[in-house]
C-alpha cells in the first residue's frame, strides 16, 4: 500500500504535463471508452449510417460522419488554437504596450511575415509589375482557397484563418489515422500531441499553408496505404499546388508502392501510376509562370534575386548560417545563426532515426524534405519548414513518458 500510495503524485505529475488529466477524453481510445460504457455503445451503434434512398438516406450518412468524428480531439486542436491566440494577443500587449480593440486586432498580430504575401494573391492574383510580381514564389491553392471563402466571410483575413483552422483539425485527424496503422492507440494519439506542441505549430493556426499542406501530404500518404493510389495521385497534385514539397511526394510514393509490391507477392498493379499524377499541380503553377512572366520558371529568377535561394551543396548554405552565429547582430545570430542549424541538426537526427525506426516510404519523404532545405545558399526558415516532417511525431510520441516509465526512472 505504501508503494502504490507513493507512486500516485507521480502518475498525477505526468498526466498533468501530458494534457490528461484536463483532456481525458482526448487520449482515451473510443473504443475503449464504449466498452466501459455501455451507454456510449448504445449511441454509437445508433449512430452508424444505415442503407437508405433519398434525402433520409443521405441524412443518416451525414450524421454517421459526424458521429465517427473523433470530437474530443478536435474539441484538443480548438482548445491549442484557442490558447496560442490567446497568448499571442497577451504577449503583444505587454510587449508592445498597445490595445488591441476588437477581435479582428488578435488575428491583425498575425498577419505579418509572408501571410500579407497570400492575401495579396488572394485579393489580386500574380502580377507581372510591382512589388507584387515578387510573389510568384509562393503557390497558388492556399490563396485560391483563401479568396474563395472570402466571398462568404466578406473578409480575407477572417477567410486565412477559417482555411487554416479547418486544414490544421484535418491535419491532426488524418496524423491519427495514419498513426493508427503501425502504432498503439496511445502512441497515435500522443503523436497529434507532439504536433501540435511542437515550437513551430503555431504556422498551423495562422495565414501560412503549412496546415493545408500537412493535411493534403497525410491524406496522400493515407490514401496510398490503403491502396486508393487515384486518391492519394489527386491530393498529392493539390499538395505540389501548394508547395514544391509536394514533388517529394512522387518518390516516397513510389517507395510505398515498392513496399505494397513486395508484401502482395510481387505482382504489378497499374494503379501504382497515379503516383505520377502528384506532379500535375506542380505543372498547374509553371502554367501560371508562364502566363504571367512568359516563363514557367520565372519563379526560380525572383527566389535568386529576392529570397537569395538557389540550389547548391549543402554545405554551402550550413557555412553561411555558422558564420552568421558570429558575424551577425545577436538577434540575427540567434534567428539565422543558432535556430536554424538547430533545426537542421534536428531533421538529420529524425531522417536517421526515421530509417532506423519507420517505414521506408516516411524516410524517403524526411530525406526528400531535408535535402531540399539544406541545398540552397541561404538557409532560411528551416524550424517552420520542420513542421511537415510528421514522423518525427510518431518517433517522438514512442518515447514519451509514461506514469510507469517515470516511477521507474525515478
Same mark, same amino acid.
Given at each position: 500500500?505504501a508503494g502504490?500510495?507513493?507512486s500516485?503524485p507521480?502518475?498525477?505529475?505526468v498526466s498533468?504535463?501530458c494534457?490528461?488529466?484536463?483532456?481525458?477524453?482526448?487520449?482515451?481510445?473510443p473504443?475503449?471508452?464504449?466498452?466501459?460504457?455501455?451507454?456510449?455503445k448504445i449511441?454509437?451503434e445508433?449512430?452508424?449510417p444505415v442503407?437508405?434512398?433519398?434525402?433520409?438516406?443521405r441524412r443518416?450518412?451525414?450524421a454517421?460522419?459526424?458521429?465517427r468524428?473523433?470530437?474530443p480531439?478536435v474539441?484538443?486542436?480548438?482548445?491549442?488554437k484557442?490558447?496560442v491566440l490567446?497568448?499571442?494577443a497577451?504577449?503583444?500587449?505587454?510587449?508592445?504596450?498597445?490595445?488591441?480593440g476588437?477581435?479582428f486586432?488578435?488575428l491583425?498580430?498575425?498577419?505579418?511575415w509572408?501571410a500579407?504575401?497570400?492575401?495579396?494573391i488572394?485579393?489580386?492574383?500574380?502580377?507581372?509589375?510591382?512589388?507584387?510580381g515578387?510573389w510568384i514564389?509562393f503557390y497558388?491553392l492556399?490563396?485560391?482557397?483563401?479568396?474563395?471563402?472570402?466571398?462568404?466571410?466578406?473578409?480575407?483575413?477572417?477567410a486565412?484563418f477559417?482555411?487554416?483552422?479547418?486544414?490544421?483539425?484535418?491535419?491532426g485527424?488524418?496524423?491519427?489515422r495514419?498513426?493508427?496503422?503501425?502504432?498503439?492507440?496511445?502512441?497515435?494519439?500522443?503523436?497529434?500531441?507532439?504536433?501540435?506542441?511542437?515550437?513551430?505549430?503555431?504556422? !498551423?493556426?495562422?495565414?501560412?499553408?503549412?496546415? *493545408?499542406?500537412? +493535411? =493534403? $501530404?497525410?491524406?496522400s500518404?493515407?490514401a496510398? @496505404? %490503403?491502396?486508393?493510389?487515384?486518391?492519394?495521385?489527386?491530393?498529392g497534385?493539390l499538395?505540389? !499546388?501548394t508547395?514544391?514539397?509536394?514533388?517529394? *511526394?512522387?518518390? +516516397? =510514393? $513510389?517507395v510505398e508502392?515498392f513496399?505494397?509490391y @513486395? %508484401?502482395?507477392?510481387?505482382?504489378?498493379?497499374a494503379?501504382?501510376?497515379?503516383?505520377?499524377f502528384?506532379?500535375?499541380?506542380?505543372?498547374?503553377?509553371l502554367?501560371?509562370?508562364?502566363?504571367?512572366f512568359g516563363n514557367?520558371?520565372a519563379?526560380?529568377?525572383?527566389?535568386?534575386?529576392y529570397?537569395?535561394?538557389?540550389?547548391?551543396?549543402?554545405?554551402?548554405?550550413l557555412?553561411?548560417?555558422w558564420?552568421?552565429v558570429?558575424?551577425?547582430e545577436p538577434?540575427?545570430?540567434q534567428?539565422?545563426?543558432?535556430?536554424?542549424?538547430?533545426f537542421?541538426?534536428?531533421?538529420?537526427?529524425g531522417?536517421?532515426?526515421?530509417?532506423?525506426?519507420?517505414?521506408?516510404?516516411?524516410?524517403?519523404?524526411?530525406?526528400c524534405n531535408?535535402?531540399?532545405?539544406?541545398?540552397t545558399?541561404?538557409?532560411?526558415?528551416?524550424?517552420?519548414?520542420?513542421?511537415?516532417m510528421?514522423?518525427l511525431?510518431?518517433?517522438f510520441?514512442?518515447r514519451r513518458?509514461?506514469?510507469?516509465?517515470l516511477?521507474?526512472?525515478f
Amino acid at each position: 500500500m505504501a508503494g502504490a500510495a507513493a507512486s500516485e503524485p507521480g502518475e498525477v505529475l505526468v498526466s498533468a504535463l501530458c494534457g490528461r488529466v484536463a483532456c481525458r477524453g482526448f487520449w482515451e481510445t473510443p473504443a475503449r471508452a464504449r466498452k466501459t460504457n455501455p451507454e456510449m455503445k448504445i449511441r454509437h451503434e445508433r449512430s452508424r449510417p444505415v442503407a437508405a434512398k433519398g434525402v433520409e438516406g443521405r441524412r443518416d450518412s451525414d450524421a454517421g460522419f459526424l458521429a465517427r468524428l473523433d470530437w474530443p480531439l478536435v474539441a484538443f486542436l480548438l482548445a491549442v488554437k484557442a490558447l496560442v491566440l490567446l497568448v499571442g494577443a497577451q504577449s503583444f500587449i505587454l510587449y508592445r504596450n498597445q490595445r488591441l480593440g476588437s477581435l479582428f486586432g488578435w488575428l491583425e498580430i498575425w498577419n505579418r511575415w509572408d501571410a500579407p504575401h497570400y492575401l495579396d494573391i488572394a485579393r489580386d492574383g500574380y502580377l507581372a509589375e510591382g512589388v507584387e510580381g515578387r510573389w510568384i514564389v509562393f503557390y497558388p491553392l492556399y490563396p485560391w482557397l483563401v479568396r474563395l471563402c472570402a466571398f462568404v466571410l466578406q473578409d480575407r483575413l477572417l477567410a486565412a484563418f477559417f482555411v487554416s483552422t479547418v486544414a490544421s483539425v484535418a491535419a491532426g485527424l488524418l496524423l491519427l489515422r495514419l498513426a493508427r496503422r503501425d502504432e498503439a492507440e496511445a502512441t497515435a494519439r500522443a503523436s497529434v500531441f507532439f504536433l501540435f506542441i511542437f515550437p513551430t505549430s503555431y504556422f !498551423l493556426h495562422i495565414g501560412y499553408t503549412e496546415s *493545408l499542406f500537412l +493535411a =493534403l $501530404a497525410l491524406g496522400s500518404f493515407i490514401a496510398a @496505404r %490503403e491502396g486508393r493510389w487515384v486518391l492519394g495521385g489527386a491530393l498529392g497534385a493539390l499538395a505540389s !499546388l501548394t508547395r514544391v514539397n509536394g514533388l517529394l *511526394l512522387i518518390p +516516397a =510514393l $513510389a517507395v510505398e508502392a515498392f513496399l505494397q509490391y @513486395r %508484401e502482395e507477392g510481387r505482382r504489378w498493379r497499374a494503379e501504382w501510376l497515379w503516383v505520377l499524377f502528384a506532379g500535375a499541380g506542380f505543372a498547374c503553377y509553371l502554367l501560371i509562370n508562364a502566363y504571367v512572366f512568359g516563363n514557367p520558371f520565372a519563379f526560380l529568377d525572383a527566389q535568386d534575386v529576392y529570397w537569395y535561394k538557389s540550389l547548391t551543396w549543402p554545405w554551402v548554405g550550413l557555412s553561411e548560417n555558422w558564420n552568421a552565429v558570429w558575424g551577425r547582430e545577436p538577434t540575427e545570430a540567434q534567428m539565422v545563426g543558432w535556430q536554424e542549424l538547430f533545426f537542421v541538426l534536428l531533421g538529420f537526427g529524425g531522417t536517421i532515426w526515421c530509417w532506423a525506426r519507420l517505414r521506408a516510404s516516411y524516410a524517403v519523404w524526411m530525406s526528400c524534405n531535408w535535402l531540399l532545405w539544406t541545398s540552397t545558399k541561404f538557409i532560411l526558415s528551416v524550424p517552420r519548414y520542420t513542421l511537415i516532417m510528421f514522423p518525427l511525431y510518431i518517433l517522438f510520441a514512442r518515447r514519451r513518458f509514461s506514469p510507469r516509465s517515470l516511477r521507474q526512472s525515478f
